[in-house]
């Protein structure tokens, strides 16, 4: 008989995930439209998919340099520097990574020591927390709210700043909140970086998707290349989700340590994902500049839709998220997405599964066709209506 | 602007309320610029793009390459005005290349196209010689795939 448990403390002490429970309402259900997804609607251009069928066609099913394949490499390289003006030495200071996720996993295990603090902000994208957990770091939480409509501010940042603190990590444009940084704030958070010795990851995976907007690469910000892990993807921008390609450029010495970590738990990313890419970098703005126009009309009915039926909703600059607040109706987050979700077969994802400053607020995706975001927002309306409490 | 003539494009019945909502122009703005390209035949019409395949009722098509001898003067514009006032030709092009027009034409039997090219089209004063190609299948129309495009199939909740 087994005595101990078999899962380590380390893996115990991740909470499960509170939407696990909502695929199980859904997988019973009918004609339910979600807004719960986090993932574009358009599938992948042809001409991509095209070029990794005739990867495989060619007989691309190899593993590649650690690295990457160095033609992709050469070609962010220059996708990089045509976004923000910024070189990568495509040799050693490049790594083509399994999504931004794995990057993100990278860069903590590359750079934290036990018991190294790293300050995420909240709300976040769920797997920041477990991942500085998973590589024995402590995560400080930053709150942000609506008053600055969750752009994380430089002096809450500072606050929090004690001797064990080795990183800053963000993600912006975000998930969920859609928040965009300005310029004048990154300058600040740069500055508190420099002060205090600082390392930034900078997760910038919905960097493409913004709206009336610039959006800044963190690297490009004065005596920060130096101190930033710069994470990209081609799932937002490209469409390329389930290919599962990311990647990471800092200095040679980080690249080369995060480098020996990827060598020894995945060796290479997929080889015709890699060949995919190539493309997508070649050709694929004219697609990627098409998806955003659309995004942009579906965010404005969304946001409009919010705010004509009480839910109040800031206007997000970035990525495909809504971040509208329930407060009106007086539920919970949680319970307003189970409510809406057995009444109205509308599926969102309750704010608090991003942190406690979520509380109060939906995730609403509108990378979901027209038709849909206007079949949803009638169905929410009317809950809404059913629901206002003041 | 032209972003308003795009969803129009997409979507004849958006109204110019949505447009607006989804442009974020003022309403009254895009009002206008509608009425406008109404009037000058910027917008020629709206219509309706049908699978009549779906509706049982068949629908014969052939694409017609027409070598003609332009014209002093007018070029290849008198034969081809002489060739699309006839209704039975839905869409004429001049075309580059070892032929000249290119028409299309629609009827309700091969019989009737036929009888169409043979009597109408290609005994025309000017029209040297026709090569008929009847359409056997409609893969893609004006973007549309007449069968439907796969969606990305998705897990409805990810953080």
């Known amino acids: 008989m087994k005595t101990r448990t078999a899962i380590s403390k380390r893996v115990r002490d991740i909470p499960p995930s509170g939407i696990r429970r909502f695929f199980d309402i859904i997988a019973s259900m009918e004609g339910v439209i979600s807004l719960g997804v986090g993932e574009p609607d358009f599938v992948t251009p042809w001409h991509i998919r095209e070029a990794g069928i005739y990867a495989l066609e060619k007989g691309y099913t190899s593993y590649t340099s650690n690295y990457g394949v160095l033609e992709l490499r050469e070609e962010l390289a220059r996708h990089i520097h045509r976004h923000h003006g910024l070189e990568y030495d495509p040799g050693c200071q490049l790594l083509v990574t399994v999504g931004v996720s794995e990057g993100v996993d990278l860069a903590l295990r590359a750079i934290l020591d036990p018991g190294d603090e790293v300050i995420i902000t909240d709300p976040t994208y769920v797997s920041y927390r477990a991942c500085v957990a998973l590589a024995g770091g402590e995560s400080v939480s930053v709150p942000t709210s609506v008053d600055h409509e969750f752009r994380v501010q430089a002096e809450d940042i500072e606050k929090r700043i004690t001797p064990r603190t080795r990183a800053l990590l963000i993600g912006y444009p975000s998930n969920p909140t859609g928040a965009v940084l300005d310029h004048e704030e990154l300058l600040r958070i740069a500055d508190v970086v420099q002060r205090h010795d600082l390392l930034v990851i900078s997760d910038e995976v919905y960097g493409r998707l913004v709206y009336g907007v610039e959006h800044t690469c963190f690297a490009t910000l004065p005596g920060m290349k130096e101190r930033t892990i710069y994470l990209n993807g081609f799932s937002k921008a490209f469409a390329m989700t389930g290919w599962r390609l990311g990647y990471a450029a800092a200095t040679e010495e980080i690249v080369e340590a995060m480098m020996k970590v990827h060598q020894y738990t995945m060796m290479c990313a997929s080889t015709m994902a890699q060949m995919a890419a190539i493309q997508a970098l070649r050709e694929g703005e004219p697609h990627v500049q098409q998806m955003v126009a659309e995004y942009d009309q579906r965010r404005r009915v969304m946001v409009k839709g919010f705010n004509e039926m009480g839910l109040k909703c800031f206007e997000p600059k970035g990525a495909f998220y809504a971040f509208p607040s329930i407060e009106s109706t007086g539920m919970t987050s949680d319970e307003f997405a189970e409510r809406l979700l057995l009444e109205e077969r509308v599926a969102v994802i309750p704010g608090s599964t991003f942190g406690e400053c979520g509380e109060g607020y939906v995730r609403c995706c509108y990378a979901t066709s027209m038709p849909e975001i206007e079949e949803a927002l009638e169905r929410m309306a009317r809950f809404a209506r059913r629901h206002q409490v003041r | ?159």
């Open chain 2, 1 to 159: 602007m032209n972003d308003v003539f795009r969803i129009l494009e997409q979507d004849a019945r958006k109204t110019p309320e949505q447009i607006a909502t989804m442009t974020g122009i003022p309403v009254s703005r895009v009002e206008e610029a509608i009425k406008k390209a109404e009037r000058d035949r910027t917008i020629l019409k709206y219509k309706t793009m049908l699978n009549w395949d779906k509706l049982g009722e068949k629908q014969v098509w052939a694409l017609v390459e027409v070598r003609v001898v332009p014209q002093r003067d007018v070029g290849f514009d008198a034969i081809a005005e002489r060739i699309y006032r006839f209704p039975e030709a839905r869409t004429v092009y001049l075309v580059s290349g070892a032929y000249d027009l290119c028409v299309l034409v629609a009827g309700k039997t091969m019989h009737e196209v036929a009888a169409f090219i043979s009597e109408k089209l290609a005994p025309l004063e000017g029209v040297q010689g026709t090569v008929t190609h009847f359409l056997l299948k409609t893969y893609k129309e004006d973007g549309e795939v007449i069968d439907g495009e796969e969606g990305p199939r998705r897990v409805p909740i990810m953080p």
